[in-house]
């Protein structure tokens, strides 16, 4: 059996005057304070991070982070690695909603040109290690490119 690690994050709201404002802060000890808002279409703060922006941000770097780690335990060397993730949130008429899928689209330059094919292919591997990816009820769909420098 495993192990397991508990993570703590601890949440501050006020009513300012007299408004339900969606601006809050959240702080992690010995982290910076994180501002966030609803997002924009939710009358939240356009300029602040949304719960949305949070989950598909942190879909995005554990997938790179797995990725990494598999591509290393295969012997395939990443020069640099970007993605464009897409998350789609289905809002419901009664106003609950969730997200439904998750797009990422990864492009990876590695060096050995000869492991182009398995360094796409490893993204199946990067998924299925991904804890985030493990903790979702939603497809989270690639869509790799891969480059040799």
């Given at each position: 059996?495993?192990?397991?690690?508990?993570?703590k994050?601890?949440?501050?709201?006020?009513?300012?005057?007299?408004?339900?404002?969606?601006?809050?802060?959240?702080?992690?000890?010995?982290?910076?304070?994180?501002?966030?808002?609803?997002?924009?279409?939710?009358?939240?703060?356009?300029?602040?991070?949304?719960?949305?922006?949070?989950?598909?941000?942190?879909?995005?770097?554990?997938?790179?982070?797995?990725?990494?780690?598999?591509?290393?335990?295969?012997?395939?060397?990443?020069?640099?690695?970007e993605?464009?993730?897409?998350?789609?949130?289905?809002?419901?008429?009664?106003?609950?909603?969730?997200?439904?899928?998750?797009?990422?689209?990864?492009?990876?330059?590695?060096?050995?040109?000869?492991?182009?094919e398995?360094?796409?292919?490893?993204?199946?591997?990067?998924n299925?290690?991904?804890?985030?990816?493990?903790?979702?009820?939603?497809p989270?769909?690639?869509?790799?490119?891969?480059?040799?420098?």
């Amino acid at each position: 059996m495993g192990f397991k690690h508990l993570f703590k994050a601890k949440l501050n709201w006020n009513l300012v005057f007299k408004r339900y404002i969606k601006t809050h802060q959240i702080s992690i000890d010995g982290k910076a304070i994180l501002d966030v808002s609803a997002a924009k279409a939710f009358k939240g703060d356009p300029n602040l991070y949304n719960p949305e922006d949070l989950l598909l941000s942190s879909v995005t770097s554990c997938h790179m982070m797995s990725y990494l780690y598999v591509c290393s335990q295969n012997n395939i060397t990443v020069i640099s690695y970007e993605d464009n993730a897409e998350a789609t949130l289905e809002v419901l008429e009664n106003g609950s909603g969730r997200i439904v899928e998750i797009r990422l689209f990864p492009k990876v330059i590695i060096q050995e040109k000869e492991k182009t094919e398995e360094a796409l292919s490893l993204h199946t591997k990067a998924n299925e290690l991904c804890f985030i990816a493990n903790s979702c009820n939603f497809p989270i769909l690639h869509f790799p490119e891969c480059r040799v420098e």
